[in-house]
């Protein structure tokens, strides 16, 4: 069957360190994956893009892999501040309609 | 950079009554939307697609007598859950498509938190 799977646990992280969040799937072939950032009560906003022909994103502090053979997307942000805390979500698109695949997204929480 | 705006933020209502729910997109035109539910720590639930002057299209075990989406003009759509009860209460997000170049993003609304009493 068809997954996408990001950590369920929270991630709790040291300001100043990298966190690492996670990105599986399986039976899927995604055109892209994307990454967004949620906050409570809030609409995600979109944070990264990346194609499935490109190894590595960066925008500022963030950097996003994709790794079509390990099917798995890593995204990292260096320099951790607390007001990165926020719910991450990937979400893939396989291309053919634009509808996006929604993983339930992981919680980082960076400790001052 | 494309703007989403979605009202009401946050809504009470009784069982029964219908609550309307809208998606304005500020700065460009959108021809496609999509609503989306959330639960707590869930993922996003795709609830319909909106296509401007067409129906809507429906996900699987979304009953579209009970979510009724119009999207009437290129800025706004509207989800309205007809004769509320509570196991509707959740959050609730619309979003839009950028337009090109930035077509693979979506740009979400704030989301509206609505509880049936």
């Given at each position: 069957?068809?997954?996408?799977?990001?950590?369920?646990?929270?991630?709790?992280?040291?300001?100043?360190?990298?966190?690492?969040?996670?990105?599986?799937y399986t039976n899927y072939s995604p055109a892209y994956l994307q990454w967004?950032?949620?906050?409570?009560?809030?609409?995600?906003?979109?944070?990264?893009?990346?194609?499935?022909?490109?190894?590595?994103k960066r925008k500022e502090r963030l950097k996003v892999t994709f790794d079509t053979t390990l099917k798995q997307s890593l995204f990292h942000i260096t320099a951790s501040q607390p007001a990165d805390s926020a719910t991450y979500l990937c979400a893939l698109d396989e291309g053919s309609n634009y509808q996006l695949i929604w993983g339930a997204g992981t919680k980082l929480i960076i400790k001052p | 950079g494309a703007v989403v705006s979605q009202h009401p933020s946050r809504v009470i209502c009784k069982s029964g009554t219908s609550v309307k729910i809208e998606c304005r997109s500020l700065d460009f035109q959108a021809t496609t939307m999509f609503w989306y539910r959330q639960f707590p720590k869930k993922s996003l639930m795709l609830m319909?697609?909106?296509?401007?002057g067409s129906k809507?299209?429906?996900?699987?075990?979304?009953?579209?007598?009970?979510?009724?989406?119009?999207?009437?003009?290129?800025?706004?759509?509207?989800?309205?859950?007809?004769?509320?009860?509570?196991?509707?209460?959740?959050?609730?997000?619309?979003?839009?498509?950028?337009?090109?170049?930035?077509?693979?993003?979506?740009?979400?609304?704030?989301?509206?938190?609505?509880?049936?009493?």
């Open positions: 069957s068809q997954k996408i799977e990001q950590n369920s646990e929270a991630l709790n992280i040291q300001e100043g360190k990298t966190a690492t969040l996670t990105c599986n967004y950032r949620q906050d409570p009560g809030r609409g995600p906003v979109f944070l990264l893009l990346i194609r499935e022909n490109e190894k590595e | 319909a697609t909106s296509n401007e809507a299209t429906y996900e699987q075990g979304v009953e579209k007598d009970k979510f009724l989406i119009n999207h009437a003009s290129l800025t706004l759509s509207t989800l309205t859950v007809t004769s509320a009860h509570p196991e509707d209460s959740s959050f609730y997000i619309c979003s839009a498509r950028g337009q090109v170049p930035t077509n693979e993003k979506l740009f979400f609304g704030s989301g509206t938190q609505l509880s049936v009493l």
